[in-house]
């Protein structure tokens, strides 16, 4: 099967559609700021974290999850989470909300 340019643009169309409805904002999931890459890895370094790594095994989260943004950590309740937005194994999209404590939902 040969890729034309018509059929990879609306691949892209329909990828970048389904990020945008899988990573749009929720009301049941309001976050508060996020840290920056430098306080997130102070936080890992005095053990007050775990890495993304960790936490994604502690979950369970299959391999076949690959991540495709920023791994954020963000603050929901005054504890620190993983917010991720992954792809399934049959191109679905989701995002993971992790405590990045315990690896806890």
């Known amino acids: ?17 389904m990020f945008a409805t899988a990573t749009a904002p929720s009301a049941a999931r309001a976050f508060g700021a996020c840290m ?6 102070a936080a890992i370094a005095a053990h007050q974290i775990k890495t993304w790594p960790a936490i994604k095994a502690m979950a369970g989260i ?26 399934g194994p049959s191109g679905e999209y989701k ?11």
């Open 95 to 105: 995002q993971l909300v992790l405590n990045a404590v315990d690896g806890s939902n």
């Open 1 to 17: 099967m040969v890729a034309t340019p018509a059929k990879l643009f609306m691949t892209m169309v329909i990828a970048t559609t």
């Open 36 to 41: 920056d890459n430098r306080a997130v890895q």
């Open 62 to 87: 299959s391999g076949q999850y690959t991540e495709v943004g920023a791994v954020k950590v963000c603050e929901q309740g005054g504890q620190p989470y993983y917010v991720v937005n992954v792809s």
